[in-house]
C-alpha cells in the first residue's frame, strides 16, 4: 500500500496550485483511469484510514482537488464527464476515510466543510447527481462528534440564502434526500439548541416544508426509509415542544389549512398514539384548541351550511378529525390535561359543533341511501363521533362538566347519537359512553334524562347499556342504576 507521503503528492498532482486549468489527468483517459484505480486502491486498505484521515496535509490536498474540479473551465464533454466522475471519487474517498472516527474528523473539518457546502451549491455538481455523496460525506464529517456537529450544524442552517436552497432541495431525488434527512435527525435528536437553531434558521423552514411537501410520496414507497427518516425529524422537533412554530412555518397565505399543516397534523397524531406516556401537554393542547379548532371551527360550519364539495373541503375534512384526535390523545395523558381544557371553557365550543353538525348533516343508515356510495366531504364523515368521545372523556367524574353540558342543551344532542350512523362507525358506543359519564352521581342529568326518557325521546335500551333503567316514584319516571350481577 502507497506511503502517507505517496498519496499526499498524488493527490497533489490532480490539483497543482494555480494551474488547474491544464491538469493531464482530465485531457488523458489512461492517465485518469489510472487515477481512479489509485482512489479505489486506497478505499480499499481500510487498515490505512486512519493514518491518512489524520494528516491535515491529505484533508488540504483533497480541499484544493474539489475546488479545482470545481472550478476548472473545460470545453470538451469528455473531459467535463471525467472531472464529475474524479469529483464524486474523491468525495467517496473523504467518505471513507471520515469513517475512522473522532480524530479524522476533527483533521478534515477546517479544510472540508466549506467545500462540502460548496459543492453542495454548484449547479453543475446539482445536475451531475453530485448531492447524495456530498451529504453523506457531511454526515459521516460531524458523525458522533457533538463538538464538531454543533459547529457544522449552525453553518449548514444559514449557510445558504433561500433561492440557493431551494434550487440545492430542487436538485434532490428521493435517493440523495436520504442522508440529508439523516443528516438533520441526527442533528436535532439529542439538542434542543440545534432544534432552536434549525427552526430560528433562515434555512430551517424551507428544509422543513421540503420534507413535508415529499412525505405522502415517500410513506407509499416501501423501497425507500426516507418516510421514517422523515418522521424521525418531525418526533425530534414534536417531543422538544416545538409544533406550534412548525405549524405556523407550515402554513401558506391562500388556504386554512395548507397542505403542509395537514401533512404536520397527520404527523403529531402519530407521535401522540405512539407514545404511552403520562407526560403533561398543556402548552400542546392550549395550542391545539385556540390556535387551531377554534380556527377551522367556523370553517367548518361553512362548509355544511353551503355544501361546497371540492378539493379544500376535502382537505378540511381530514384535518378537523386528526386535530380531535390530537385533542383526544393529549387530554387522554393526564387529569391536568383534561382540566385544563375544561378551565379554558373547550367544552362549550366542542359540544356547539357537535350541535350544528347534528343539525346540518343527516344521519346515514343502510336504508337512507347506498351504502357504497362515497360520503361527501362536506357531511364530514366521523365529525360527530370524535366530538362526543371528546365529551365522553372530559365528562368522567366531572360534576361541573355534568351541569354544563345540561345548561348548554347538550344531553338530547348526545341522546340522539345513540343510534347507527353509516357516517360515524360506532357513534352509538361513544354515545353510551358519554351518557354514562354524564349521569353518574348527578341527579339533576338523571331526572333530566327521565323526563325525556317518558317522551320517547331516547331508546331504553340505550339507557341500560350505560349502567340505568326506569322506574316510577311517586307517580314520576326516574332513572336509577341498574344492579351489577
Not at 405549524?247 to 391562500?254: L, R
Request: contains cysteine.
Amino acid at each position: 500500500m502507497a506511503t502517507l507521503e505517496e498519496v499526499s503528492v498524488f493527490l497533489n498532482s490532480l490539483a497543482p496550485a494555480g494551474q488547474y486549468s491544464g491538469v493531464a489527468v482530465l485531457k488523458r483517459q489512461p492517465l485518469f483511469d489510472e487515477s481512479i484505480a489509485r482512489i479505489s486502491a486506497i478505499l480499499n486498505d481500510t487498515d490505512s484510514r486512519i493514518t491518512f484521515g489524520q494528516s491535515e496535509d491529505i484533508w488540504r490536498s483533497i480541499s484544493s482537488v474539489l475546488s479545482g474540479l470545481r472550478t476548472v473551465k473545460l470545453s470538451a464533454d469528455e473531459e467535463s464527464s471525467r472531472r464529475y466522475s474524479l469529483i464524486r471519487a474523491i468525495l467517496t474517498l473523504s467518505m471513507n476515510l471520515l469513517a475512522a472516527g473522532p480524530s479524522v474528523q476533527e483533521s478534515a473539518s477546517p479544510y472540508l466543510k466549506d467545500e462540502l457546502f460548496c459543492v453542495l451549491a454548484d449547479d453543475e455538481c446539482i445536475k451531475q447527481s453530485l448531492s447524495a455523496p456530498c451529504l453523506k460525506t457531511l454526515v459521516n464529517l460531524c458523525a458522533s462528534n457533538d463538538n464538531l456537529l454543533d459547529d457544522v450544524w449552525a453553518a449548514f442552517v444559514n449557510q445558504f440564502d433561500e433561492q440557493t436552497l431551494i434550487r440545492i432541495l430542487r436538485g434532490l431525488d428521493d435517493d440523495s434526500y436520504g442522508p440529508l434527512l439523516i443528516f438533520i435527525a441526527g442533528s436535532i435528536r439529542s439538542s434542543v439548541d440545534r432544534s432552536v437553531g434549525l427552526l430560528n434558521s433562515s434555512g430551517g423552514p424551507i428544509l422543513l416544508n421540503s420534507i413535508l411537501d415529499k412525505i405522502d410520496t415517500w410513506m407509499k414507497n416501501e423501497g425507500l426509509n426516507n418516510f421514517e427518516l422523515a418522521y424521525s425529524v418531525f418526533e425530534g422537533l414534536i417531543r422538544h415542544s416545538y409544533f406550534p412554530l412548525m405549524y405556523e412555518t407550515a402554513s401558506d397565505s391562500v388556504d386554512i389549512p395548507s397542505e403542509r399543516q395537514v401533512t404536520l397534523m397527520r404527523l403529531l397524531d402519530a407521535y401522540l398514539t405512539a407514545k404511552n406516556t403520562d407526560r403533561n401537554q398543556l402548552d400542546l393542547a392550549e395550542f391545539l384548541y385556540n390556535s387551531v379548532f377554534c380556527e377551522c371551527k367556523p370553517l367548518v360550519v361553512q362548509v355544511m351550511t353551503k355544501k361546497i364539495g371540492n378539493i379544500a373541503t376535502e382537505r378540511l375534512a381530514l384535518f378537523i378529525l386528526d386535530v380531535l384526535e390530537c385533542v383526544t390523545s393529549v387530554i387522554s395523558l393526564s387529569e391536568d390535561t383534561k382540566s385544563f381544557m375544561v378551565n379554558i371553557n373547550s367544552v362549550r365550543e366542542f359540544l356547539d359543533l357537535l350541535k350544528r353538525t347534528a343539525d346540518l348533516v343527516p344521519r346515514r343508515t343502510l336504508k337512507s341511501g347506498n351504502p357504497d356510495s362515497q360520503i361527501p366531504s362536506y357531511e364530514f364523515p366521523s365529525l360527530k363521533q370524535k366530538l362526543v368521545g371528546i365529551l365522553g372523556i372530559i365528562v368522567q367524574d366531572n360534576k361541573k362538566v355534568q351541569d354544563q353540558i345540561r345548561d348548554c342543551g347538550g344531553l338530547p344532542v348526545i341522546l340522539s347519537q345513540c343510534n347507527i350512523d353509516d357516517c360515524n362507525p360506532f357513534i352509538r358506543e361513544y354515545a353510551v359512553l358519554c351518557i354514562k359519564g354524564l349521569l353518574d352521581n348527578n341527579e339533576e342529568n338523571q331526572a333530566f334524562v327521565a323526563s325525556l326518557e317518558v317522551r320517547e325521546a331516547v331508546t331504553s335500551d340505550a339507557l341500560q347499556e350505560a349502567g340505568y333503567e326506569t322506574q316510577i316514584i311517586d307517580g314520576k319516571v326516574a332513572l336509577k342504576r341498574k344492579d351489577r350481577t
